[in-house]
Each structure stands twice: as structure tokens, then as C-alpha cells.
């Protein structure tokens, strides 16, 4: 732990080296704070590699991330904390040095393009290059209270959020899928408001690896999140669209004038066309909807609905929502609907549902519903994969740690 290493000068002097773990972990608490994603920035000095920064924290109509002022206050905290005061250091081939000349014994200064052997403290920095998470310049008072400033005007701003994701990933499984399952279709609910990280997250998924992931429940910044993390930890890239049907700051943060979007989302391996977001005329306690795209499953053009109905005991509601969802399913051939339709397989409100598709899970289907295999934490069976126009080759449900519902997936083929 850097906390235990041996001093490298004298206490309070300017520059120096230390430990600035205590500032990683306060790093780690703002990013929590304001939500913002991890992403590739611009180096901390000349010479140095890109960091690993923020991706804005406020979103655009479409529900996107977008630059604004206050992402500038995360940056700064960061390149304070690995750097110190701006100024303080320049770099020398592959050690950090003073910007200040060292006077010799003779009292002149040296120049260090010159003769960077004047400055003794270049050797003694040599790994804060190499390590600069764990070493950086001392910070002075002005530091400390610009880092002040930075945690307490984002909490006023932005508010809370749902978890950006842990800093370190977890072992990736043995038998982890090296690149997307063709054809394998999944459906998750996210549980939202739920401390979870999106790194957990994205591993879930990526153990299955589906070609299309229809997620619900769904923070617009955490499906970022959740992408990059497939991509950067997993090597699995998707494409990505949204259906946010709602704007809400204690689900999904955001500023408080620009709540975040939350939703439903489709991660699709192949590219996506035609989407289609549409709210529920008629949302119950809590707005509804789906979203819908074209894309190509089992070498066929299918359109993919995901949805999410009305919450439980709301059976007339949901009924109203399947009255607009079946006719748009109705129009295609082939089509996949899936989602969190909180209710059970013989609720009469799906009706409009096993009358147009078959779910995946062979044995499910009124009135033999007793026989499908539950996919929450309370036993029922509320997530759907329905197939119109292609068949289930193999569904399995998994549970899941970072959420109430579990993991369906189910690899189709074409009729």
C-alpha cells in the first residue's frame, strides 16, 4: 500500500513524492456522486499516456452524454491529484522533474534541457512516471480546497446516481465466450434503484455473450457504462439505442434541470435500423414503453421489440399496453418481443401475446403454466422472450447476483 512507503524528502516540502491513494479513493467517491463514465482522455502531462476520465454528465434529448461546464471540475481534481499544483513538474525523457532550476554548489542555476543530471530529485521521481495512480506532486492548500470545491459542487449539481461501475474488473470466467454468440437472443432487468456495478454488470452478459441483449430498467449512462466495459473488458462491441420513456434524477441522476434517461435499450452485435420509441398512452404508477429496431438474426431481417410493462397488480393497465403493442408486432413476419412483462404466463392480459408468438421456454403456455421456470428472485415468471417467425434451440434462465430478475437467454434459428 502506497500509505506505508517510506518518506522521499522532507515533510511539507515542495516538490516531493507521496502516496496519493487516499485521493484514488476520493476520486472513486465523486465519480459515484456525479455518474460520469470512464473513458479515454487527454494525458495528465506532455509525454504521458491518455487517462482514464469522464464522459460528460449531462445528457442530450436522446438521452445521451454531452460535454458541459461542470465536467471540466472532475478532470481538474484528477490531474491535481496525479500531478499537483499545474507547473510543478515537466518531464525529462522518462523522469519528472522541477520546473524550477536547481542551483549547484556554485550557486548559478542549471538549465534542465541542458543537464538534467542538476537535478537530483529527476532520479528520485523515476517511478512516479511509471506508476503516477500511486505517486504525484505534493498538493498545497490551494489544492486541497479547489478538490473541496470540485466534491461539493458536483453533490449540489448532479446528485445521485446509479453506480459508474467498480474501478478494477473481476476475473473473467474460463469458458467466457471470446466474442458474441450468433443468434443468441437476452433479455435482463437491470433492478433499478439497485447498488450495483456496471463492471458486475457487463460480466454477467458477457458470460452468455448474446448477439442482441434487450435490457429494461435501464439508465442511459450506465448502458454507456455497461457497453464500454464489454468492449474494453470483454472485447465484445456492441451497437446501442435507447427508448427512455422517462426523466428521472433519483433513478438515474443527471443535473437536476436534465434528469437522466431511463428506459429500455437493445445491444445489438449487428447494426440497428428503423428504431422506434414509443411511450404507453397509458403508463400506470410509472411511465411505460418500448422500443423497437431492425436488425438481422439467423441470417433474416427481424424486428426486435423489448418492453416493459406496467408494474404488478396493475392488470388492467398491462392489458392496455398489450392492446398497443400485439397490433405492431402483428405487422412483421419475423419478429423477437422481449422483456419484463410483470405478469405470469396465464395472465389474461398477455393473451394478445400467445396469440401472435411462442415464448422460448418449450413447456410455457397457458394453461400449462405451471410448468415454466421462474425468472425473478420471488419465483414467477415475468420475462419473455416471445419468437415470431423463428424457434428456440436451446433458453436458460440464470440467476443473478446484481439483480431481482435473473438472466434469460435462448439461441433461435429461422422457421
Known amino acids: 500500500m502506497g500509505v506505508a512507503a517510506p518518506p522521499a524528502g522532507v515533510p511539507g516540502g515542495t516538490p516531493g513524492v507521496y502516496s496519493n491513494r487516499n485521493y484514488l479513493v476520493l476520486r472513486q467517491l465523486l465519480e459515484k456522486v456525479t455518474g460520469p463514465g470512464l473513458h479515454p482522455l487527454e494525458p495528465l502531462s506532455p509525454g504521458q499516456a491518455p487517462y482514464w476520465g469522464h464522459g460528460g454528465t449531462v445528457l442530450e434529448a436522446s438521452g445521451r452524454p454531452k460535454p458541459h461546464a461542470i465536467d471540466a471540475a472532475p478532470a481538474a481534481f484528477h490531474r491535481l491529484a496525479a500531478n499537483g499544483r499545474p507547473g510543478t513538474w515537466h518531464r525529462i525523457g522518462r523522469t519528472q522533474c ?113 448477439q442482441v441483449v434487450g435490457l429494461q430498467e435501464a439508465c442511459v449512462r450506465d448502458v454507456e457504462r455497461i457497453r464500454d466495459h464489454l468492449a474494453h473488458l470483454h472485447g465484445l462491441d456492441y451497437h446501442v439505442e435507447y427508448g427512455p420513456v422517462l426523466r428521472s434524477w433519483s433513478r438515474c441522476g443527471g443535473a437536476p434541470w436534465r434528469p437522466g434517461g431511463y428506459g429500455q435499450a437493445l445491444l445489438s452485435a449487428a447494426p440497428m435500423t428503423d428504431v422506434v420509441a414509443e411511450e404507453y398512452p397509458d403508463g400506470g404508477s410509472e411511465d411505460r414503453g418500448y422500443i423497437a429496431v431492425t436488425t438481422e438474426v439467423a441470417g433474416q431481417t427481424v424486428r426486435v421489440f423489448n418492453t416493459h410493462l406496467a408494474q404488478r397488480r396493475q392488470e388492467s393497465v398491462r392489458a392496455r399496453q398489450t392492446a398497443v403493442l400485439a397490433p405492431r408486432v402483428a405487422r412483421y413476419g419475423r419478429a423477437v418481443v422481449l422483456g419484463d412483462f410483470n405478469a405470469v404466463p396465464d395472465s389474461p392480459e398477455l393473451s394478445p401475446m400467445w396469440a401472435l408468438a411462442e415464448d422460448t421456454d418449450g413447456g410455457c403456455r397457458p394453461p400449462a403454466a405451471g410448468a415454466c421456470e421462474p425468472t425473478t428472485d420471488w419465483q414467477s415468471k415475468f420475462d419473455y422472450v416471445f419468437l415470431r417467425g423463428l424457434s428456440a434451440l436451446r433458453h436458460e434462465v440464470r440467476p443473478s447476483a446484481y439483480s431481482d430478475h435473473h438472466l434469460l437467454h435462448t439461441d433461435v434459428t429461422a422457421h
Open 98 to 210: 522541477p520546473s524550477t532550476p536547481v542551483r549547484g554548489a556554485d550557486g548559478r542555476s542549471s538549465h534542465a534541457a541542458d543537464t538534467p543530471v542538476a537535478y537530483p530529485r529527476c532520479r528520485r521521481h523515476r517511478h512516479a512516471v511509471r506508476v503516477h495512480v500511486e505517486e504525484a506532486g505534493v498538493l498545497g492548500r490551494g489544492a486541497w480546497l479547489v478538490a473541496g470545491a470540485v466534491v461539493v459542487t458536483c453533490m449540489m449539481l448532479l446528485g445521485p446516481s446509479t453506480p459508474a461501475g467498480a474501478p478494477f474488473a473481476r476475473t473473467v470466467p474460463v469458458d467466457a465466450a471470446k466474442d458474441v454468440v450468433p443468434n443468441r437472443i437476452m433479455t435482463w432487468n437491470l433492478c433499478n434503484p439497485c447498488d450495483e456495478s456496471n463492471v458486475d454488470r457487463a460480466a454477467e452478459i458477457a458470460a452468455y455473450a448474446p
